[in-house]
């Protein structure tokens, strides 16, 4: 099998001795079908036991191995060596403190994630055993593409809005409220509209769209906050010109 | 073990220079000092109209020149690429479903400038231009 000699900077991070991060070289042999994330494997059981990276599916489901490949916001298991030409630079991913070496500290996202309510809020219980939550396919089609996210998180890495505004929502746990909104079955929309609809929400984006154009399972987080922003807008005039506020 | 993650700075004011696609996004905001001085020129316009026909021709003929029509020519250039880009991304904003499909952004697009022709048609017509 064709092999080529790849050259690696990584940038290294060790919290207990650094006191800033550093790039440390590389020369990896990899075959020519190698992803990013094969070189890093290569570097770790051959060269340098002591590199640090989450991965876990090596398939671009899980979400775990996002980094960034030459400045640009990718999943390491989705960045195919053959894309790149001379040294391949490879850092933790933008926007987030670094942990360790690749590894970042993603606790802001999850509390997010978490605040926005990213489940299925039923306008009525009803048991199961009597009645299930039936949808159709239309209805199912107005929110799919938007419950594609696996929370990798490229888009933050992505986001200037949420590099300068740390405070902000950020796209992917914007367009996971929108995706549950979205949901026929859902009656969750005031509670979510509280967070997402309020100064740290849909309103921070200025549509840059390099959420959308980084995204691995083209999600669109860009068009869901657009559409945010949309439907935020008619409730405030349902609210400010209707009588009784529209309700 | 103690923890202590490295935060990394971001310029506020050269961060879109990293990368291409937020020199085109500052390229599309930019367009909106244009737009505002274009604006604010037209409410003097308005204001010099509303102080009868000698106000209004003076005010046209002291801003008649090749430089001005240098600057109209940079403001309409920047007004185009502001209407184009924002035209462009209306798909995203509005998108429309029919059934289990969604409606082609072209046609979404599409109807944008379609609105665009005519209300300039109907602009240039009440004109008397056309």
């Keep these: 099998m064709k092999t080529r000699m790849v050259q690696m900077e990584v940038l290294r991070y060790n919290p207990e001795t650094d006191s800033e991060p550093h790039f440390q070289h590389y020369d990896v042999e990899c075959k020519e079908e190698w992803v990013v994330l094969d070189a890093l494997n290569a570097i770790k059981e051959s060269i340098d036991p002591t590199l640090n990276y989450r991965w876990s599916c090596h398939m671009a489901v899980c979400g775990s191995c996002g980094m960034m490949v030459n400045g640009e916001p990718k999943l390491s298991c989705h960045a195919f060596l053959r894309d790149y030409e001379g040294v391949i630079k490879v850092e933790p991913l933008a926007n987030f403190p670094i942990e360790r070496d690749l590894v970042t500290v993603a606790d802001d996202f999850i509390d997010k994630l978490k605040r926005v309510k990213p489940y299925l809020i039923p306008k009525k219980d009803q048991p199961i055993p009597e009645a299930e939550y039936k949808q159709t396919p239309a209805q199912l089609m107005k929110y799919r593409q938007f419950s594609m996210c696996i929370n990798c998180m490229l888009c933050y890495a992505a986001c200037p809005e949420y590099a300068l505004q740390p405070l902000f929502l950020g796209p992917a746990a914007i367009t996971l409220a929108h995706r549950y909104n979205q949901d026929s079955r859902d009656g969750g929309r005031d509670e979510r509209q509280e967070i997402i609809a309020s100064n740290v929400g849909v309103w921070e984006c200025s549509f840059v769209g390099a959420c959308s154009e980084v995204c691995p399972k083209a999600v669109d987080p860009a068009g869901a906050l657009q559409q945010v922003k949309v439907a935020s807008t008619i409730d405030w005039f349902k609210e400010h010109l209707l009588p009784g506020g529209g309700k | ?130």
């Design chain 2, 1 to 130: 073990m103690s923890r202590k993650p490295y935060v990394r700075k971001v310029s506020k004011t050269r961060w879109y220079f990293k990368h291409p696609r937020y020199l085109r996004y500052m390229s599309r905001e930019v367009t909106c000092f244009f737009i505002g001085a274009f604006a604010l020129l037209m409410l003097c316009t308005v204001e010099r109209l509303s102080e009868g026909k000698a106000a209004y021709e003076s005010f046209i003929a002291a801003i008649t020149g090749p430089w001005s029509a240098l600057g109209l020519t940079v403001v309409l250039a920047f007004a185009l690429h502001n209407t184009t880009s924002w035209f462009n991304v209306t798909p995203k904003a509005m998108p429309v479903q029919i059934g289990e499909d969604f409606l082609p952004g072209k046609f979404i697009v599409g109807a944008h400038y379609a609105a665009w022709l005519i209300a300039s048609l109907l602009i240039l017509y009440f004109a008397q231009v056309i």
